[in-house]
């Protein structure tokens, strides 16, 4: 049966516990351990599928279509276990399937409340799912004291008591902040944290403080006592240059070991950090470095591109190279001339992105690229628009445009009103249909052509899987017309309808996909695409 690791959070939000949550299951792993991580969400969404890239940041979305917080992006990438939609769950979404069940009769007339319905459904939720897990760590959202939390926190410290000892700890993040007129850390914040916990009967296993600076031992002595917690589990989370040093960081000041002991489990043996180890000398030890420049919509808040900021990184581990990346607003692009800011760069990628803001600058970067045999790598909105330029300059389709924006003359680009799942089923949409998991969502085969440049970067494959988010398509209609002008499309779905993938065979490397390469991406195994394409910037940076 599996154990269970609750981690909390309290001072300020954004400490860290994704992190925190995904470093920890690095480190069991590391010492032969199976891991799940799932995220609880207060929020009353339900889900972050309708929410804008700059109220939530990036929407990751599992294979199995769910679209789930940013923090199982790191799970996925620190531990390399596949999210599911078991794995992400939130207030709105527990409160929806009550109100459904109450509206059905489900609960025979009785009055429907937080204890026990809600907290009961919480419970559900997180033990669902969990077969053949040694640790299932389940991080709570939002901080300690948090009207919004509040059933959470009930439903935990219930399962606590159910599970019984030795299966259940608490581990809680906090901030040790360093006041610079002091001259002093202060450890008061951390304490009423623990006070906000124990009030309602958790009692933390394990304290992790963030800190700029180093905690003395006499501070963790402080926070030791007034926690009611051994001093040894005070492990100190001071900043790193790389994310990918945290899980080192955390097993070097003892946090693997202090899980351990909370369990009664052995912790003799070291783990085996060889591939974190790899990562790091790489990360800190380039051997050259290349300029990407990245033109998307939503640059002004890094969470919303975070897999793919993560993804590109992971293309410069593998090529052992540093990736500078200059985050350009695509709007600038339809104000002024694209060579005035992409000129010395090694190469153009252009994400994806929802509504006609900043769309002509896609377009304008994607004419850059190509006519300038700069590396272009177009993801969803990206691929769509290069081949609306395509068509333009390339095809003569003067009026070529997407119905996402409105009406069009030649819609290159339209909603897709209906696709054939894996298991042989047929999903509809509308324009009338409801924003929230509408989209195409999740794992979608496609087709490669053989001797294209994708094929090769994919190893001489044929056959692919890739997770998708999104409701517009290139029209089908207009391949005839683009392949005639020297547009490759190079990944077909398989049933031959819907064009997953193009290229520009006379270009070094120009590919667009209609996927979402960058959620597949790990630092230990850099998705082939991005690998790629940093390697084909780095032969760029050589000839200019």
């Known amino acids: 049966m ?16 994704g992190l925190l949550s995904a470093s920890l299951g690095a480190l069991l792993q590391a010492r032969g351990y199976s891991v799940r991580l799932r995220k609880l969400d207060p929020y009353l969404n339900v889900d972050p599928g309708t929410m804008s890239p700059f109220e939530h940041g990036e929407v990751f979305v599992t294979d199995d279509g769910a679209e789930t917080d940013l923090d199982l992006g790191h799970y996925e990438r620190f531990t390399g276990v596949a999210g599911r939609q078991s794995d992400n769950v939130t207030s709105g979404r527990i409160y929806s399937e009550i109100i459904h069940k109450e509206r059905r009769g489900d609960y025979l007339g009785a009055t429907v409340q937080v204890i026990p319905h809600v907290t009961n459904a919480i ?26 939390a509040m059933p959470f926190m009930e439903a935990i410290r219930q399962l606590h008591l159910d599970l019984g000892r030795g299966r259940s700890i608490f581990c809680h993040l906090t901030l040790v902040p360093y006041l610079s007129a002091a001259g002093e850390l202060k450890t008061k914040p951390t304490q009423h944290s623990v006070r906000d916990l124990r009030s309602i009967g958790i009692q933390p296993d394990v304290l992790v403080c963030r800190s700029e600076h180093v905690i003395p031992d006499k501070e963790r002595r402080k926070i030791a006592l007034y926690c009611n917690v051994h001093e040894s589990a005070v492990i100190p989370a001071l900043d790193v240059s790389s994310i990918y040093e945290v899980p080192i960081s955390y097993h070097n000041q003892g946090l ?100 006609k803001r900043g769309t002509e600058g896609k377009i304008a970067a994607a004419k850059f690229a190509r006519e300038n045999n700069v590396p272009y790598f177009g993801i969803c909105l990206g691929m769509q628009m290069a081949t609306v330029e395509a068509a333009r300059n390339m095809a003569g389709i003067n009026g070529a445009g997407s119905t996402e924006f409105g ?34 969502l999740g794992a979608y085969d496609a087709l490669l052509k053989a001797g294209s440049k994708v094929s090769e970067v994919y190893g001489g494959a044929l056959n692919i899987s890739e997770r998708h988010r999104h409701r517009y398509e290139v029209n089908i209609g207009y391949k005839k017309k683009l392949e005639a002008a020297g547009v490759v499309f190079s990944g077909m779905s398989p049933d031959g309808a819907l064009p997953e993938i193009m290229e520009h065979s006379d270009h070094p490397w120009f590919i667009g996909v209609q996927y979402h390469p960058e959620l597949k991406s790990k630092p230990f195994e850099p998705h082939p695409l991005f690998a790629s394409f940093v390697g084909a910037a780095l032969v760029n940076s050589r000839l200019v």
Not at 2 to 17: H, N
Not at 411 to 422: F, H, N, P, Q, R
Request: net charge negative.
């Open 2 to 17: 599996a154990r269970y690791i609750f981690i909390t959070g309290g001072v300020v939000s954004s400490l860290g516990k």
């Open 407 to 440: 009406p069009q003359s030649d819609a290159v680009v339209g909603l897709i009103t209906e696709w054939v799942k894996d298991d042989g089923s047929v999903e509809a949409r509308t324009d009338e249909t409801d924003l929230g998991g509408t989209m195409r």
């Open 123 to 148: 419970k559900e939720f997180a033990l669902n799912d969990s077969d053949g897990v040694d640790f299932m760590i389940c991080e709570v959202g939002g901080t300690a004291g948090d009207i919004e």
């Open 256 to 355: 693997d070991v202090e899980v351990l002991k909370a369990f009664g489990l052995s912790y003799g043996d070291e783990p085996d950090l060889a591939k974190w180890e790899d990562i790091k000398d790489r990360v800190q030890n380039p051997e050259g470095e290349v300029n990407i420049a990245v033109v998307g919509k939503y640059t002004g808040l890094p969470d919303a591109y975070k897999s793919l900021k993560e993804a590109i990184v992971h293309g410069g581990i593998a090529n052992r190279i540093k990736v500078n990346i200059r985050w350009i607003e695509s709007e600038l692009f339809e104000q002024e001339d694209a060579v005035h800011h992409l000129e010395d760069v090694h190469g153009i990628l252009v994400p994806g992105g929802f509504g």
